[in-house]
């Protein structure tokens, strides 16, 4: 098992920066990928970004020069948020996946205010 835990969480004004950390335990061996998706209420959760354990980054469109994605060794895992905006609001999720499973953290809230 993965036990995934995020902190960071907050309210901001838009056009303010937040960073995410996201601390793993248990059997982080082999682990795949590491990532934060996000569900805004009504809609569905989206990636936001995500980094293999090669290094590779992936980000959604709606991020794209406004967020950074990192990681330590298997251990942690961050999400800088820059710029943000009101439609950045949501509940944030540290994903892993391994061994083709995908394990969640609990979510940590995020609200941008106009």
């Known amino acids: 098992q993965v036990q995934l835990v995020e902190s960071g969480g907050g309210l901001v004004q838009a056009g303010g920066s937040l960073r995410l950390s996201c601390a793993a335990s248990?059997?982080?061996?082999?682990?795949?990928?590491m990532g934060w998706y996000r569900q805004a209420p009504g809609k569905e959760r989206e990636l936001v970004a995500s980094?293999?354990?090669?290094?590779?980054t992936t980000y959604a469109d709606s991020v794209k020069g406004r967020f950074t994605i990192s990681k330590e060794n298997l251990n942690w895992v961050y999400l800088q948020m820059n710029t943000l905006k009101p439609e950045d609001t949501a509940v944030y999720y540290c994903?892993?996946?391994?061994?083709?499973?995908?394990?969640w953290g609990k979510g940590t809230q995020i609200t941008v205010s106009s």
């Open positions: 980094i293999t354990s090669g290094g590779s």
């Open positions: 994903n892993i996946r391994r061994a083709g499973m995908d394990y």
């Open positions: 248990g059997n982080i061996f082999s682990i795949n990928a």
